[in-house]
């Protein structure tokens, strides 16, 4: 994707959250979301750091109306990151609640983890969601983590191909 083309991509308040948030204001509401595990030819994860908050996450993003959960997969990791995702299975399932929002909204989060097998493109570091993007070791994950992430760290850990519900 060119700089271009992340500019022209529709703010917060443009989204269908920004747009589900403005009719039941600061109530909490329930998001569907994809997250990818998607990891190089040596075994490092990719994460990028949020432009929104500066932690770094796994690239991951809110469905949109009308579309697959796979789909909402897809599009989150192209804007994200720049990369192609070729095919890509379901890792975990997880619902948080209590969850708030960098514009301070509650909302209970219920997560599709997929780990993706194959993937193409080059990795793009910035985007207008993120201010970089790279690959981590094990042993290099930084500690300006999202608090979600040790949890899931752990799980992808102790993956064993079956499908994890929490």
Request: glycine letters at 6%.
């Amino acid at each position: 994707m060119t700089k271009q083309s992340h500019e022209q991509m529709p703010g917060y308040e443009e989204s269908y959250l920004g747009q589900i948030r403005k009719l039941v204001g600061d109530r909490k509401i329930i998001i569907t979301a994809a997250r990818a595990v998607i990891r190089d030819q040596v075994g490092r994860l990719l994460l990028i750091r949020r432009r929104d908050n500066g932690l770094w996450a796994m690239p991951a993003g809110s469905q949109e109306l009308e579309e697959s959960i796979y789909d909402c997969l897809i599009r989150e990791v192209k804007e994200e990151t720049g990369l192609d995702v070729i095919t890509a299975v379901p890792m975990a399932i997880y619902s948080q609640q209590s969850v708030i929002t960098t514009w301070g909204d509650p909302y209970q989060l219920f997560i599709i983890q997929f780990l993706v097998d194959e993937w193409s493109g080059e990795l793009v570091r910035e985007t207008s969601e993120t201010i970089d993007a790279q690959f981590f070791g094990t042993d290099e994950i930084p500690s300006e983590i999202s608090n979600m992430y040790h949890e899931v760290l752990e799980d992808l850990q102790n993956y064993n191909r079956s499908l994890i519900l929490k």
